[in-house]
Nanobody
Framework: VQLQASGGGLVQTGDSLRLSCATSGVAVRTVSVGWFRQAPGEEREFVAVIRRHGGSAYYADSVKGRFTISRDNAKNTVYLQMSSLKPEDTSVYYC???????????????????WGQGTQVTVSS
């Protein structure tokens, strides 16, 4: 299983950006795919996840209402649409896949088996 994150960039406060996580080696609908982010000197934190099969989504409180996670099964890709971006959203964003993930553990990065490389998102004030 391989994941390739892309779509990061430099934007201004209030702008929108869409990240993509292209998967290979597995049908994306059969794994739960999450987004995490890590700022310099900080721990990697959960952002959002879309669970396998049914596609239920969960978000960190800090992004709820601003970010939307979605999945395109035909393209084997998961997206993270980010709106109303703030400087505190500046981080390296990583996508990760979990072959089995229970609802109570969606925010636990140790539950994710596969990780992609990160993509930098910088929001200027």
């Amino acid at each position: 299983v391989q994941l390739q994150a892309s779509g990061g960039g430099l934007v201004q406060t209030g702008d929108s950006l869409r990240l993509s996580c292209a998967t290979s080696g597995v049908a994306v609908r059969t794994v739960s795919v999450g987004w995490f982010r890590q700022a310099p000197g900080e721990e990697r934190e959960f952002v959002a996840v879309i669970r396998r099969h049914g596609g239920s989504a969960y978000y960190a409180d800090s992004v709820k209402g601003r970010f939307t996670i979605s999945r395109d099964n035909a393209k084997n890709t998961v997206y993270l649409q980010m709106s109303s971006l703030k400087p505190e959203d500046t981080s390296v964003y990583y996508c990760a896949a979990a072959t089995g993930l229970i609802v109570s553990a969606v925010m636990d990065r140790n539950q994710y088996n596969y990780w992609g490389q990160g993509t930098q998102v910088t929001v200027s004030s």
